[in-house]
Each structure stands twice: as structure tokens, then as C-alpha cells.
């Protein structure tokens, strides 16, 4: 997981002319971000190994970006005479699809978070490159690379769906309950070697194990990137910011209250999660705050871009 948020911070960063050393520290840094969340240690502690393993998703990142910068420069340049060999973007789509088949080999919710970041990543594309032949060929190649090897599964995927039997639960399946909380975004989870002893008292306040918690050192770099580079990192702030209000379910909890009284009127704060509620395929994902998985990648990229900052002004 370090590695692949490594390789793609470290990408990120040289597309926008950061190499050598400062570049490398950056991406190592984010790299961490990625491989070493709280919400990743609460999930093993848990005994949810399938959402630790999430080593799939910046690769599939990596990869996927790098197929939209190749048909860029391949729409701008002369293309080679002969087609004996893959075209960069072929080859990135396919490694995208190789990629995304082994996320959801993995963990199938993983699907959702890499659909989504895809959709946001297009939002922020051109949109006569969205249009080309060329990116439905790319688009293509990336699904054919993912249905192969995924086919197996797929069959008794599809088999379940028809028969309506193991995705279904009553409700809305724990998803009120299995959501991110606003002050928990900021109050150390119990594994914390400092403040845990802190905390643990406080798990009662909370509708649910406080898995989410963002650190306040990481908050602060963010936001410094999110100010130096607003425009370069438009597409990674709107993600962390969208990634951040899906984790909190579909109605918001402050301090584990979710009933709120207004001069004795009882109201309910609706959130976008709930909409996914409605949504065939990716209402399978009935527990919010693991979008903390995506929200991790969003991060850090943004982290490793302020540590370029940083690292540049104060050597």
C-alpha cells in the first residue's frame, strides 16, 4: 500500500515539475499516509483484514491517470508508422483493468471506491478527450482487462444478484449505525500510543467503534496544500472532501447524537450517503466509514504535495 501511494505521489509530484530528492521525501511521506491511517489499525483490531488490504487502489490509481496523460500527449503527437507494439495508454489501460480486477478479487466494496474515484478523476478531463475514439478504446481495454481474470467470480456474482440472496440486508443494513462521527473525525481512536487511555472512555459517545479518526498534523498539511495548490489539486481536495462527508453516513452524527432539538422540534440532518441507499450495486456498501479508504488516497497526495512546499521553503 506505502509503495503504490509512493509511486503515485511521487508521479503527481514530477507532472508538476517536482523531482530529485525533495520529491522523493514527499512521496515516501505520503506513501505513509496511505499505509498507515488510524482507521486502518482499528479495522485489524477489528478483525477486518479485507479493508486493510488495500494495496490495490493507488496502483489502479497510478496507472489509470497515467492512461489519460498518454492519450493527451498521443492526441498531440504523430503517431508511430507501425503498430507492433501497445501504445502507452494501451498499455496503462490495461494495467488499470489488471489492477482493478485484483481490488475486487480482494474486497468487492473496493469496486464502488474505484468507480467512483474514476468518475471524479473524468469530471476533471477534458471533455473532448472524454469524447475521442481513442479514450473508448482505452476505456474498453480497461474493462476487457478487468472481466477476464474476473470472470470466475463474476459468474457467481451475477448468479447471486439474479437469485437476490447474500448482498441484501433489511433497511438500510447498519448504515445509520456503521458511520464516521464529526468530532469523531477528530478525537484520537483508542490505539493511539498517546491519547488512547483518553479515549477509550469516551467509545460510548459514539454510535459506533471511532474508526475515522484524521490526525491533526494531517489536517494541517492538507489544508496547506489545499490553499498553496488549490487549482493543481482541484480534482484530490473536491475527493477528500467528498470521501470525508460520505464516511459520515447517511445523516450526521455529532458526539453520537443524530436527533437534534430546535426549539422542541426533533430533525435529522440527510447527508449524500443516503441517496447511495437507492442506488442498485453500490448500495452494497452498507458501512460508510470505510470510505476513509479513498479518503486516505486523497490525503495523501495532498500531504505530499505540502511537504514539497514545506521541504522548499524551510531546506
Known amino acids: 500500500s506505502g509503495y503504490g501511494a509512493y509511486l503515485l505521489v511521487r508521479y503527481l509530484l514530477a507532472e508538476a515539475g517536482t523531482t530529485g530528492g525533495v520529491g522523493t521525501a514527499a512521496a515516501f511521506l ?97 471533455r473532448g478527450l472524454l469524447m475521442s475514439r481513442a479514450f473508448l478504446r482505452r476505456a474498453a481495454m480497461l474493462v476487457l482487462a478487468m472481466v477476464i481474470p474476473f470472470s470466475p467470480m463474476l459468474y457467481f456474482l451475477v448468479r447471486e444478484l439474479r437469485q437476490g440472496q447474500g448482498f441484501n440486508f433489511p433497511g438500510w443494513g447498519y448504515a445509520d449505525v456503521l458511520s464516521a462521527d464529526l468530532v469523531g473525525l477528530f478525537t484520537p481512536t483508542r490505539l493511539h500510543p498517546l491519547w488512547g487511555h483518553a479515549a477509550a472512555p469516551k467509545l460510548a459517545q459514539f454510535t459506533d467503534v471511532n474508526t475515522l479518526f484524521v490526525g491533526y498534523g494531517l489536517t494541517v498539511l492538507a489544508l496547506i496544500a489545499a490553499v498553496v495548490y488549490r487549482r493543481r489539486l482541484a480534482v484530490w481536495i473536491t475527493g477528500a472532501l467528498s470521501f470525508a462527508i460520505l464516511a459520515l453516513g447517511p445523516v450526521l452524527h455529532i458526539n453520537g447524537q443524530f436527533l437534534f432539538d430546535l426549539d422542541g422540534l426533533t430533525v435529522t440532518v440527510p447527508l449524500p450517503y443516503a441517496v447511495f441507499h437507492y442506488l442498485p450495486l453500490i448500495n452494497m456498501n452498507r458501512v460508510p466509514n470505510r470510505f476513509s479508504v479513498p479518503l486516505s488516497l486523497c490525503l495523501a497526495v495532498l500531504v505530499g504535495f505540502a511537504a514539497v512546499w514545506l521541504l522548499q521553503r524551510f531546506r
Open 30 to 126: 505520503g506513501g505513509v499516509v496511505y499505509a498507515f491511517p488510524a482507521s486502518r489499525f482499528i479495522y485489524a483490531s477489528l478483525g477486518h483484514y479485507n479493508i486493510v488490504s488495500a494495496e490495490w487502489i493507488p496502483f489502479y490509481a497510478l496507472f489509470f491517470l497515467k492512461m489519460l496523460r498518454d492519450l493527451r500527449l498521443e492526441r498531440s503527437t504523430v503517431p508511430a508508422s507501425d503498430g507492433s507494439r501497445l501504445s502507452p495508454s494501451s498499455r496503462d489501460a490495461i494495467l488499470a483493468g489488471l489492477c482493478l480486477c485484483a481490488s475486487l478479487l480482494t474486497e468487492l466494496t473496493y469496486g464502488v471506491f474505484l468507480l467512483l474515484l474514476s468518475l471524479l478523476w473524468l469530471a476533471f478531463t477534458p
